[in-house]
């Protein structure tokens, strides 16, 4: 069983920055991580992941230039760092973590492990 444990959530201006960070309790280098983001009355939706060994990063088009992800495979941390916050921006964001290679379907929710969030509030 893999614990994912979030931190660095809050609250910020519009046009400010935010670091994400996602500590595993156990995974592989062929891993896949990222971030899932759900705002009230939203669907939940994939911001961006990285398959761990290679370093291979995905990102959905509303964060990309926007958003950094990357990992640390030896403390199996992942950082998401936010910058150009817009107010759409705000969501609780989750960590998630799957033992298989991110490929084309990384933006679908089909991650074994999940964290239990961090919320993400940027003000216009």
């Known amino acids: 069983q893999v614990q994912l444990a979030e931190s660095g959530g809050g609250s910020v201006q519009a046009g400010g920055s935010l670091i994400l960070s996602c500590t595993a309790s156990?995974?592989?280098?062929?891993?896949?991580m990222g971030w899932f983001r759900q705002a009230p009355g939203k669907e939940r939706e994939a911001v961006a992941s990285?398959?761990?060994?290679?370093?291979?990063?995905y990102y959905s088009d509303s964060v990309k230039g926007r958003f950094t992800i990357s990992a640390d495979n030896h403390n199996k941390t992942v950082t998401l760092q936010m910058h150009a916050l817009r107010p759409e921006d705000t969501a609780r964001y989750y960590c998630?973590?799957?033992?298989?290679?991110?490929?084309?379907?990384?933006?679908?929710?089909?991650?074994?492990?999940w964290g239990q969030g961090t919320q993400v509030t940027v003000s216009s």
């Open positions: 998630v973590a799957d033992p298989s290679p991110c490929g084309s379907s990384w933006h679908r929710p089909k991650y074994d492990y």
């Open positions: 156990s995974v592989g280098l062929r891993f896949c």
């Open positions: 990285i398959y761990m060994r290679p370093g291979w990063t």
